[in-house]
Nanobody, 119 residues
């Protein structure tokens, strides 16, 4: 069983920065990818960063140049650095891990951390 715990959210002014952390407990060996998604009220959840187990990362165009995802494997932690934040980045941010377990692909989610960008 995998547990994901996000931290680092908060209130920040436009143009500011935040670093989100996702600490994974339990065995995460064999995962396919980890990622960050966000969801604001009335909107669909959208991916804002993916990190594959063999190293490559990707972020969507909407946050490219502002968001960076990386992993500290020694700490089983995935980070999302968010710079030049905008009011439209306000959302609950979720960490996830996807892994094949037997015949199925399981996806684990954290409880989310709130990011509010406002002056």
């Amino acid at each position: 069983q995998v547990q994901l715990v996000e931290s680092g959210g908060g209130l920040v002014q436009p143009g500011g920065s935040l670093r989100l952390s996702c600490a994974a407990s339990g065995s995460i060996s064999g995962f396919s990818f980890m990622g960050w998604s966000r969801q604001s009220p009335g909107k669909q959840r959208e991916s804002v960063g993916l990190l594959w187990s063999n190293g490559p990362t990707s972020v969507p165009d909407s946050v490219k140049g502002r968001f960076t995802i990386w992993r500290d494997s020694s700490k089983n932690t995935v980070y999302l650095q968010m710079n030049n934040l905008k009011p439209e980045d306000t959302a609950t941010y979720y960490c996830s891990l996807s892994r094949r377990e037997g015949a199925e692909v399981k996806q684990y989610w954290g409880q989310g951390t709130q990011v509010t960008v406002s002056s």
